[in-house]
């Protein structure tokens, strides 16, 4: 019986120690790296979040960020003190006394998670040992895991604690920490659910970011607002329990509301069409930086600090234009086509995207898909053809707004929606219309044509042209028009009429030289816009108009910087200034265009939306009204806009809707209608025109229209009404009947 005792108690000991020492020996195993690398001093000490780059309006405020993973680091010093109190309170109440193994923690979770196999107990993480799982993560390893997960947090936390001081710590875990939705650490927490930076949050906030802690989705105050609610009043009573709040506090706290100020940049930012390609001028810089000084940055990961040239305020009045004018607009169109007529023609079209496009057999496949509409996106089940028709009747916009005179961008929206239609119209290159016509005129005051030279409004036929043949905008004929009222009031025989005097050569030199990508050709509907140009490319042709002569290039970029705030690019805007037509006839461009705005097809400007900055300016239609433009621009400022359908043959079916009067003007009357009430917009906007030296006055001074006198009413009937063009050879300026017959001879 004794023997058997002792033998019983040499199993007992032997059990005992080898419980004592196994542990030891687990733990020896995981410290060598058995398991897994374990992280050195050093390498903890060159430990480096990637932190998404910050880009940053013309006034400093964030209008996006660039990142693999949405962070940006902060300070101890950024962090309010009763954040650090909830966390403290709520994940780890003995963190200044542990020294990242909390005995009593890890006791709690021998017994439940070890021995009793509950992985729900947890808790036994301290805030350091919850930041090593941050920083390096967690591998499966099987059956065995959890045990050397964590035990290897456990080692590093205790590494970590004679590396770094407890504020670097919590700062460190606070920059890591994930609060769900691809968001990481609390500054782009803070940013992402209520709108402001740290420093700024409130007690209640700061608690309700840290229940996030828990569990990202299951308290994520946008999702579950009643769960996060619930989360925050427990962080608050933590805070209570450790002595951070009184009574009071903790009381009046709990009673209020949830309230969140949710924005999500990544999708939903004010200017996502222009963070694209931003984000892609930066890389380019960077790796002509790597290039030349060997040094290189990742866009996504450094934490660049990006400074651009827009204009955040006038940037949201344009997003808001875009919101009231086209929501309306949308729903005229898609009036119009509610009919069966139109029923009918969109199915076809539609039958025939789908074979150009190769889809027929998909036409009925369904997808759960984001719909964009007006009043918000939406996730709906349709099919692909059902998708389509939605897409077809679609009208898309872009507006951009740059300084002339420098090229700085000062707004850009792409399209109604970067997330549904990513495809940026400020790139798109469409037929101009009538915006084409400056640039004509442009080159008959080169060519030394005079504003007051009249041109016929009699009807005109090509031959060879399937009897092709020019009308006005309201089918009036008769008379004679000057340059400049020809201009004014867009008049297209006395336009075409002026085609057959310039020079094409010179007129597609100039064309190119404005900086024009899409090649003109010398047909007789070029003189009423059929060239195709983007909006991005027309700013730039108005602005030589602004600025005395000169061609401009946009400019999206002032500053790349480094987290740490070393200038690694700075835009000098120094570029050499390339003149591209002469001051003389920018001068009297200006005049013609500002008389355009004020009396001709800009007047709605002033008289329907009370604009009184100074502006000259252009509408543009093209054929059918499928795409409506308006000009806009003075010393300080020009803006386009552009709208209409994917397809051409999608359009308004009258002027009142579809011209570029009332369909494009409007988008850049309402943003600038909204500057007029900001006094520092207005002195950013508002450039004046110099006045006019008094010979180009005289050379302006003439009536629009005139009647034709006795003379020309008689050489009218000897005049031809069918004319050939030949697309041959240069036009040159025709002198009238009596300088032929009595000028000097060649």
Known sequence: MLLEMKKTWKRILIA????????????????????????????????????????????????????????????????????????????????????????????????????????????????TAQLAKNMFGRKNRGPFAIYINKTKEALLAYRMEKIFTKEEILTLYLNTVPFGENVYGIE????????????????????????????????????????????????????????????????????????????????????????????NEVIRILQDVYTSTGKQWNIEEDGLIITTTLNLPLQKLANQAFHDH????????????????????????????????????????????????????????????????????????????????????????????????????????RQTGSTF???????????????????????????????????????????????????????????????LMVDFNRLDSLWRRLGFSFPIINNPSLALGTAEASIGELAVAYSSFSNGGYRVTPRKLVSIKSAQGEVIWENKFNAPKIRVISAKTGQLMNAILQKAVREGTGSALNSVYGINIPLAGKTGTT????????????????????????????????????????????????????????????????????ALPPELQNELDCPDYREKNVIENFMHIFKKNKIEFDDSKPRQKKNSFFKRLFGPKK
Request: glycine share 6%; hydrophobic share 40%; charged share 20%.
């Open 16 to 127: 005992a120690l080898l419980a004592a020492i196994i542990p030891f020996i687990f733990i020896l195993i995981v410290s060598i790296g058995a398991f897994g690398i374990l992280q050195s001093k050093k390498e903890l000490q060159n430990f480096k979040n990637a932190s998404a780059s910050v880009v940053l309006s013309q006034e400093e405020e964030l209008i996006g960020k660039i990142f693999t993973e949405n962070r940006t680091n902060v300070t101890y010093d950024q962090i309010p003190r009763h954040l650090v109190n909830a966390l403290i309170a709520t994940e780890d109440a003995r963190y200044y006394s542990h020294k990242g193994i909390d005995s009593r923690s890890l006791a709690r979770v021998f017994i439940k998670t070890i021995l009793l196999n509950n992985k729900s107990a947890g808790g036994g993480s301290t805030i």
């Open 623 to 690: 054929q059918d009204y499928g795409d409506a433009w308006f000009v806009a621009y003075n010393p300080k400022l020009v803006i386009v806009s552009r709208v209409g359908a994917s397809l051409p043959s999608i359009h308004f079916r009258s002027g009142s809707n579809g011209s570029g009067s009332a369909l494009a003007l409007p988008l850049v009357a309402l943003t600038l209608k909204n500057v007029q009430s900001s006094t520092e917009l207005m002195n950013e906007f508002t450039g004046y025109f110099p």
């Open 437 to 499: 016509k400056p640039i004509l005129f442009a080159e008959a005051f080169e060519e030394g044509i005079k504003p007051c030279n009249y041109l016929d409004n009699d009807s005109i036929m090509l031959s060879g042209f399937e009897e092709w043949s020019p009308s006005n905008f309201d089918h009036s004929l008769g008379g004679k028009y000057s340059l400049t009222g020809s201009l004014v009031h867009s008049m297209n025989i006395p336009t075409f009429n002026l085609f």
């Open 188 to 279: 782009a927490a803070s940013r992402r659910y209520f709108n402001k930076s740290i420093g700024m949050l409130r007690i209640e906030e700061s608690a309700v970011l840290v229940g996030i802690l828990k569990a990202n989705n299951l308290y994520n105050p946008r999702l579950n607002p009643e769960n996060a609610r619930k989360r925050r009043n427990l962080v608050l009573n933590q805070m209570l329990k450790y002595d951070y709040l009184k009574q009071s506090e903790a009381d009046s706290l709990s009673k209020l509301p949830m309230v969140v100020n949710y924005v999500n940049l990544e999708s939903d930012g004010p200017a996502d069409y222009f963070l694209y390609q931003v984000k």
């Open 326 to 429: 086209l929501s309306v607009m949308q729903q005229k169109l898609d009036n119009q086509y509610d009919s069966r007529s139109g029923r009918k023609f969109i199915a076809s079209l539609t039958e025939n995207e789908l074979k150009r496009k190769n889809m027929t057999e998909k036409a009925h496949e369904v997808k759960t898909r984001l719909i964009f509409d007006w009043q918000g996106a939406i996730q709906d089940s349709l099919s692909v053809i059902d998708s389509m028709k939605n897409s077809i009747r679609m009208l898309h916009a872009g507006l951009l707004a740059m300084n002339p005179a420098t090229g700085e961008i000062r707004a850009w929206v792409g399209g109604v929606d970067f997330k549904t239609h990513p495809y940026d119209q400020i790139l798109a290159q």
